[in-house]
């Protein structure tokens, strides 16, 4: 709680102030001043049972070898999808980024899978239950077709903005 108020506060004085999960890993002055992930950051800590590293890899077309070289050392990939009227349609586009990536993390390996599903406050209604699980839907139909078990794949509403199930 203490980091995320830390990087909240450097947010805001960077007029950035909804930025503050990202910035635990986005370290580069350019990731934060574009708002962006560029580069695969790492962070690790231990549970009772396990040792556990997060690798927050690149979203963003650009940086997609960086992606691959974060996505090839995971067990697990957390993938996060926009809820937005749009951003989720060119996202499970033949050629959006929801697509390449979930296909990536299968082809290297990873045979676990979360989606977030994030903006969950820019549906309309906000928080629409019938959005959600039309994007769970549509992702369910993908995901299967390329190897994953939908039924195994933990689907989480979230609101990156607002915090809503972050934590």
Same mark, same amino acid.
């Given at each position: 709680?203490?980091?995320?108020?830390?990087?909240?506060?450097?947010?805001?004085?960077?007029?950035?102030?909804?930025?503050?999960? *990202?910035?635990?890993?986005?370290?580069?002055?350019?990731?934060?001043?574009? !708002?962006? &992930?560029?580069?695969? #950051? =790492?962070?690790? +800590?231990?549970?009772?049972?396990?040792?556990?590293?997060?690798?927050?890899?690149?979203?963003?077309?650009?940086?997609?070898?960086?992606?691959?070289?974060?996505?090839?050392?995971?067990?697990?990939?957390?993938?996060?999808?926009? *809820?937005?009227?749009?951003?989720?349609?060119?996202?499970?586009?033949?050629? !959006?980024? &929801?697509?390449?990536? #979930? =296909?990536?993390? +299968?082809?290297?390996?990873?045979?676990?899978?979360?989606?977030?599903?994030?903006?969950?406050?820019?549906?309309?209604?906000?928080?629409?239950?019938?959005?959600?699980?039309?994007?769970?839907?549509?992702?369910?139909?993908?995901?299967?077709?390329?190897?994953?078990?939908?039924?195994?794949?933990?689907?989480?509403?979230?609101?990156?903005?607002?915090?809503?199930?972050?934590?």
């Amino acid at each position: 709680k203490r980091t995320i108020e830390k990087f909240e506060k450097e947010a805001q004085e960077m007029g950035k102030g909804s930025f503050k999960y *990202a910035w635990v890993l986005d370290k580069l002055k350019a990731e934060r001043e574009r !708002g962006i &992930t560029i580069d695969i #950051a =790492l962070w690790k +800590f231990e549970t009772a049972k396990y040792y556990v590293t997060i690798i927050d890899a690149p979203g963003h077309r650009d940086f997609i070898k960086n992606m691959i070289t974060g996505t090839s050392q995971a067990d697990c990939a957390v993938l996060i999808v926009a *809820a937005g009227t749009g951003e989720f349609e060119a996202g499970i586009s033949k050629n !959006g980024q &929801t697509r390449e990536h #979930a =296909l990536l993390a +299968f082809t290297l390996g990873v045979k676990q899978l979360i989606v977030g599903v994030n903006k969950m406050d820019s549906t309309e209604p906000p928080y629409s239950e019938s959005r959600f699980e039309e994007i769970k839907k549509e992702v369910s139909s993908y995901i299967k077709k390329i190897g994953y078990n939908p039924a195994a794949v933990a689907f989480v509403p979230i609101s990156g903005w607002h915090g809503d199930n972050m934590l």
